[in-house]
């Protein structure tokens, strides 16, 4: 059975490559995706597939059931783009200004839809439900999952499989983690208020770059010497605004950043330690300032028997040519939300461009090799499948013993 599901994977292929490239050539933003969603429920609606839209928003949920008795299996992929000028000379580049797929948003969605255009032809000789969730606003806080899952993706499902095109890992390559494989990630928002003034008389000021400046550096010791080494965690400033005249000594400045951590006691220690060095670094330089700091995405933690199942099924994908555990990634990833309230995994697939150039995600030039979107469809093919047989099989041993 998976054989045949796997040559019909195959031999639509050309059609998940022009899914891909029509939607790297129409991105849209998180929380913007509309026409994004109308593609992706008409896909449905087309093949006769139970759709459901404006699912916590601009989320898309599509049911396949099989003729057969089984569990509700839910795949998952996400089709937000961000705020990024393409850079890439490709017949596929983006036709919006400053937006793109820089991340495999696109691959994952057209992965998802042709392994569902599979799965409904093969209905009848499927046990269970597959649930596709093509989720948006991966990309911003507070995302698209928890919405979605409010509004009852998740109804029903037993497990959930997940994954993400890995551009930097070579294609081929399947990499794991049982618990925590992506980190929280959260952003505070810091803005000091001093005094402006004459550049040329600092002493009637109250500088607020300066202020700024220290405490850039100032935070730098939360991790290097209040977190304990063993406990991984990142504080970084990505902003500092100022903007003044050359000769003019700034009364505002604004830093805003992110914190990643695994540890929710790490978490709340760094909240707590950035307002206490924000005090102390303004008050020395008689400054005040306001903190925001806003949580993010929780940590996304794999289930132990998911994961391990997820390994079996890997290896059973002609294309896989590599199974590896993954140090934790630093990104954070809203399919934590999933996680929490059923049982299941979260993966990378490799995804690494054949060319000589290659870019991470998030770069303008970003992109990926095609192909890593079969062994996409394929693993969570095998995983969907399998999970199947294996329920059924296990309840037919328990009736047996019975």
Request: hydrophobic residues 35%; negative net charge; charged residues 25%.
């Amino acid at each position: 059975m998976q054989d045949q599901l796997f040559n019909k994977i195959e031999k639509l292929y050309p059609e998940m490559v022009e899914i891909r490239r029509y939607m790297h050539q129409h991105p849209e933003l998180s929380f913007q995706e509309v026409n994004t969603a109308k593609f992706i429920h008409s896909y449905y609606e087309k093949l006769g597939i139970e759709v459901r839209g404006n699912v916590g928003g601009n989320g898309v949920v599509a049911k396949i059931h099989g003729t057969k008795p089984g569990k509700t299996i839910a795949l998952r992929a996400d089709f937000d783009a961000l705020p990024i000028h393409d850079e890439k000379e490709v017949p596929y580049k983006s036709l919006v200004p400053g937006v793109m797929h820089a991340c495999g948003h696109d691959g994952h969605t057209a992965a998802l839809l042709v392994l569902a255009k599979v799965l409904h032809e093969a209905r009848d000789s499927l046990h269970g439900t597959f649930v596709m969730i093509h989720q948006h606003a991966e990309e911003y806080a507070p995302g698209g999952a928890i919405s979605m899952i409010k509004d009852g993706c998740l109804e029903g499902v037993d497990a959930i499989f997940g994954t993400h095109l890995w551009a930097t890992e070579p294609t081929g390559t399947i990499q794991y983690r049982i618990g925590p494989i992506m980190a929280a990630a959260d952003r505070f928002e810091i803005a000091i208020q001093g005094k402006g003034g004459h550049g040329a008389q600092p002493h009637k000021t109250k500088d607020a770059i300066v202020a700024g400046s220290q405490l850039v550096t100032n935070l730098q010791q939360i991790v290097s010497r209040r977190v304990n080494p063993i406990d991984s965690a990142v504080v970084t400033v990505g902003s500092f605004v100022a903007d003044n005249a050359f000769n003019v000594i700034a009364d505002k400045a604004k830093l805003i950043g992110t914190v990643r951590t695994f540890n929710d006691n790490t978490r709340e220690f760094i909240v707590g330690e950035i307002e206490k060095i924000t005090n102390g670094t303004c008050l020395s330089l008689d400054c005040s300032y306001e903190y925001q700091y806003d949580r993010g995405y929780p940590a996304v933690v794999n289930h132990a028997a998911e994961t391990e199942y997820l390994i079996d099924c890997a290896s059973k994908v002609p294309e896989v040519k590599r199974i590896e555990e993954t140090e934790p990634q630093m990104g954070g990833e809203d399919f934590a939300y999933y996680l929490q309230h059923v049982k299941g995994t979260f993966f990378f697939t490799g995804a690494k461009p054949q060319s000589e150039e290659s870019y991470p995600h998030h770069h303008p030039k970003f992109d990926f090799d095609e192909k890593a979107m079969l062994i996409a469809a394929k693993t969570l093919c095998s995983a969907a499948i399998h999970y199947q047989n294996r329920e059924q099989s296990n309840k037919e041993a328990h009736e047996t013993l019975a």
